[in-house]
């Protein structure tokens, strides 16, 4: 059964950079019929998509247009992770963030979800 | 970018009555070549994340009660709660991820 364990801190200056890294069980972040995305979610945005990473001979990312100058999502095949770094980071990307696998090849699976703070 | 358009915002309805959301993709999400709609439905409760309901537009998630359906295909979809219980009590999302970026509905506040 696949599980995804997220981990990081909850709380972000703002001008920082929050970062969030997503574990997974029972997969391989490396899976040639896998990705693995980042959404977030906060009252006035909604659910929000940031991008994914995901393996077909190479690796590939893609992000969201919102986002694409702050993200950088990386996978991390030596502990079987992935990981969300967004830069610059302001009040409005506070929101409760979520690691997902997401893909045309099986059901989606959703991480347990971090709540993130940006104050200072 | 699809638009995912829910409707309603919110419903009442009355225990063991039925409920339905409608759900319309601005672009189709179908992909030909598997004849599978790329639709997940997700319910969400205060606190928790959003929990899969539905995928592929209509293949119910394992655990989850038959009462709760999900029909349609291309644009148009509908989560059905045949007979609606108290703990149905929830919002409802659809999710199209057929291209990206992927992107939500606004959600359907389901009350009694």
């Known amino acids: 059964q696949v599980q995804l364990q997220q981990s990081g801190p909850g709380l972000v200056k703002p001008s920082q950079t929050l970062s969030l890294t997503c574990a997974i069980s029972g997969d391989s972040v490396s899976s040639n019929s896998a990705a693995w995305n980042w959404i977030r979610q906060s009252p006035s945005r909604g659910l929000e998509w940031l991008g994914r990473t995901y393996y077909k001979s190479k690796w590939y990312n893609e992000y969201a247009a919102s986002v694409k100058s702050r993200i950088t999502i990386n996978p991390d095949t030596s502990k079987n992770q992935f990981s969300l770094q967004l830069n610059s980071v302001t009040p409005e990307d506070t929101a409760v963030y979520y690691c997902a696998r997401v893909d045309y090849s099986t059901s989606p699976l959703w991480g347990q979800g971090t709540l993130v703070t940006v104050s200072s | 970018d699809i638009v995912m358009t829910q409707s309603p915002d919110s419903l009442a309805v009355s225990l063991g009555e039925r409920a339905t959301i409608n759900c319309k993709s601005s672009?189709?999400?179908?992909?030909?070549?598997?004849?599978?709609?790329?639709l997940a439905w997700y319910q969400q409760k205060p606190g928790q994340p959003p929990k899969l309901l539905i995928y592929w537009a209509s293949t119910r998630e394992s655990g989850v009660p038959d009462r709760l359906s999900g029909s349609g295909s291309g644009t148009d979809f509908t989560l059905t709660i045949s007979s609606l219980q108290a703990e149905d009590v929830a919002v409802y999302y659809c999710?199209?991820?057929?291209?990206?970026?992927?992107?939500f509905g606004g959600g359907t506040k389901v009350e009694i």
């Open positions: 672009q189709s999400v179908l992909h030909s070549s598997n004849n599978k709609n790329y």
């Open positions: 999710h199209q991820y057929y291209s990206t970026p992927q992107t």
